[in-house]
């Protein structure tokens, strides 16, 4: 494919300055960006990014673990543009087929366990929100347990349920949310670690269990630095909530769809939710949103509720695009085996580079901690990295709660002799750090 530089003019684009300078004016204080000189990113093609100057960049961050399928698919786009030239939107008052093909689709393989009905909506924040909405009508309970560190969503009472600090933007949050220690403390083993958590929810369960609708979790949480529990952890977690007839929602909205090398990340530890909420990767850059449960579960919710958007032709007929491609490539398979190798190849790094405190994740879900001598000093290393990565045309993401975890989650289609590029790359990269400093 050509560069669009070429075909359109340079002069098409307006430059990241410009970019910066409009944000400025009219965006909300509160959007950030990654980056002291962030390019103009201007077109996409599979695992590569390019900018307005032409420069191209493997993208290992997918848009937040969005694009796994790669940017501008083209076997799925071609069916997005073939549905947005046919029919764009109705809502589900009328009767379309790509929406309920899709959730049958949903309900006949790709689930697991007993659920199979769909409620579609538009964005993760609004399939957690369903899904805690859904909670409370099944048990007739109000409240809810979370993780420390979890991220949940933008809605009300998803930052209710959000424990990242700097995420929970509201100063009137809900106090009906009970938060216990996630199941990592980067003192302690990570199985001494789960063991407080579950002790923690032991407790809390003890004293209030009968007015918790549900606990919702990340299986591995991503913003909050790819937070990997051990394996038994959440069956533990599930048999506790069982007693209590309290549910399980699992906010796979970033470890869905074969990113971590099973189709959903529960799936790693044998456990089947009651509800699971998905976004992101199931529209691989097209907005979608949905939470699925099981017949018992759903016929609770039975007061009229509906989405304008959710289920729209467009985003249906693209994740059924998704589904395909991630059956036919093989893309669960792949996230395990390529994904596999480039957590090796950050835990070889993490040998020899002292930098690298830790290195957690499953599949193509990966993240590395970087420690330098305090938590300010942590953050600026890994936002040196970032960008002397970036320069030599590598987009890394970031995460953690001290904003010091390199975060790795590339379209899942990423070749081998990229993945392999990359770790050269940061190699030298974290080499230059420790002999200059940032
Ligand atoms: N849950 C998780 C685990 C997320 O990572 C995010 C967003 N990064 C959300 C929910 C919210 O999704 P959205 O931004 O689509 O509302």
Same mark, same amino acid.
């Given at each position: 494919?050509?560069?669009?530089?070429?075909?359109?003019?340079?002069?098409?684009?307006?430059?990241?300055?410009?970019?910066?300078?409009?944000?400025?004016?009219?965006?909300?204080?509160?959007?950030?960006?990654?980056?002291?000189?962030?390019?103009?990113?201007?077109?996409?093609?599979?695992?590569?990014?390019?900018?307005?100057?032409?420069?191209?960049?493997?993208?290992? #961050? &997918?848009?937040? $673990?969005? %694009?796994?399928?790669?940017?501008?698919? @083209?076997?799925?786009?071609?069916?997005?543009?073939?549905?947005?030239?046919?029919?764009?939107?109705?809502?589900?008052?009328?009767?379309?087929?790509?929406?309920?093909?899709?959730? @049958?689709?949903?309900?006949?393989?790709?689930?697991?366990?007993?659920?199979?009905? *769909?409620?579609?909506?538009?964005?993760? $924040?609004?399939?957690? @929100?369903?899904?805690?909405?859904? &909670?409370?009508?099944?048990?007739?309970?109000?409240?809810?347990?979370?993780?420390?560190?979890?991220?949940?969503?933008?809605?009300?009472?998803?930052?209710?349920?959000?424990?990242?600090?700097?995420?929970?933007?509201?100063?009137?949050?809900?106090?009906?949310?009970?938060?216990?220690?996630?199941?990592?403390?980067?003192?302690?083993?990570?199985?001494?670690?789960?063991?407080?958590?579950?002790?923690?929810?032991?407790?809390?369960?003890?004293?209030?269990?009968? *007015?918790?609708?549900?606990?919702?979790?990340?299986?591995?949480?991503?913003?909050?630095?790819?937070?990997?529990?051990?394996?038994?952890?959440?069956?533990?977690?599930?048999?506790?909530?069982? +007693?209590?007839?309290?549910?399980?929602?699992?906010?796979?909205?970033?470890?869905?769809?074969?990113?971590?090398?099973?189709?959903?990340?529960?799936?790693?530890?044998?456990?089947?939710?009651?509800?699971?909420?998905?976004?992101?990767?199931?529209?691989?850059?097209?907005?979608?949103?949905?939470?699925?449960?099981?017949?018992?579960? &759903?016929?609770?919710?039975? +007061?009229?509720?509906? $989405?304008? #958007?959710?289920?729209?032709?467009? $985003?249906?007929?693209?994740?059924?695009?998704?589904?395909?491609?991630?059956?036919?490539?093989?893309?669960?398979?792949?996230?395990?085996?390529?994904?596999?190798?480039?957590?090796?190849?950050?835990? %070889?790094?993490?040998?020899?580079?002292?930098?690298?405190?830790?290195?957690?994740?499953?599949?193509?879900?990966?993240?590395?901690?970087?420690?330098?001598?305090?938590?300010?000093?942590?953050?600026?290393?890994?936002?040196?990295?970032?960008?002397?990565?970036?320069? +030599?045309?590598?987009?890394?993401?970031?995460?953690?709660?001290? +904003?010091?975890?390199?975060?790795?989650?590339?379209?899942?289609?990423?070749?081998?002799?990229?993945?392999?590029?990359?770790?050269?790359?940061?190699?030298?990269?974290? *080499?230059?750090? @420790?002999?200059?400093?940032?």
């Amino acid at each position: 494919m050509s560069n669009l530089n070429q075909e359109h003019g340079k002069e098409a684009y307006i430059g990241p300055e410009a970019v910066l300078e409009k944000r400025k004016h009219y965006f909300f204080p509160c959007t950030h960006h990654f980056y002291k000189k962030p390019p103009q990113i201007v077109r996409g093609e599979m695992q590569y990014l390019y900018d307005d100057e032409g420069n191209k960049y493997v993208d290992f #961050f &997918a848009g937040v $673990s969005v %694009v796994a399928c790669g940017h501008c698919n @083209e076997q799925i786009t071609a069916k997005t543009i073939e549905q947005l030239q046919t029919l764009q939107h109705t809502t589900t008052i009328y009767l379309t087929q790509p929406m309920v093909d899709l959730a @049958e689709r949903l309900a006949n393989g790709i689930l697991p366990g007993k659920l199979k009905r *769909t409620f579609f909506c538009n964005s993760g $924040s609004e399939a957690n @929100e369903g899904a805690m909405l859904l &909670a409370r009508l099944y048990t007739k309970r109000r409240d809810f347990i979370a993780l420390e560190h979890g991220l949940h969503g933008r809605t009300y009472l998803t930052m209710g349920v959000t424990g990242i600090p700097m995420w929970r933007s509201d100063d009137y949050l809900d106090t009906g949310v009970t938060f216990i220690p996630r199941p990592y403390d980067p003192e302690l083993d990570d199985e001494v670690a789960a063991r407080h958590s579950l002790e923690a929810l032991r407790e809390v369960l003890a004293a209030k269990g009968d *007015t918790i609708a549900a606990m919702i979790v990340e299986p591995i949480q991503g913003n909050g630095g790819m937070i990997t529990p051990p394996d038994w952890y959440f069956r533990e977690v599930k048999m506790l909530l069982e +007693r209590y007839g309290v549910l399980l929602i699992a906010d796979e909205i970033q470890t869905g769809f074969g990113r971590t090398g099973k189709m959903f990340a529960m799936d790693h530890y044998g456990v089947v939710p009651d509800i699971i909420s998905m976004a992101k990767a199931l529209g691989n850059g097209v907005p979608i949103g949905a939470f699925a449960t099981t017949d018992e579960i &759903a016929a609770s919710f039975n +007061r009229p509720s509906a $989405s304008t #958007f959710g289920g729209n032709p467009v $985003s249906a007929v693209t994740a059924l695009a998704v589904l395909d491609y991630i059956e036919n490539e093989g893309l669960v398979e792949r996230a395990e085996m390529v994904g596999g190798r480039l957590l090796n190849g950050l835990r %070889v790094l993490q040998e020899k580079h002292s930098l690298i405190a830790d290195v957690r994740g499953k599949g193509f879900m990966c993240g590395a901690e970087l420690r330098g001598t305090d938590a300010q000093e942590s953050a600026a290393l890994t936002d040196a990295v970032l960008e002397k990565m970036k320069d +030599r045309g590598y987009i890394i993401g970031k995460n953690g709660t001290g +904003r010091n975890v390199l975060a790795f989650q590339p379209p899942i289609i990423m070749p081998s002799e990229d993945v392999n590029a990359m770790l050269n790359t940061l190699d030298d990269v974290l *080499t230059a750090i @420790e002999a200059e400093g940032c």
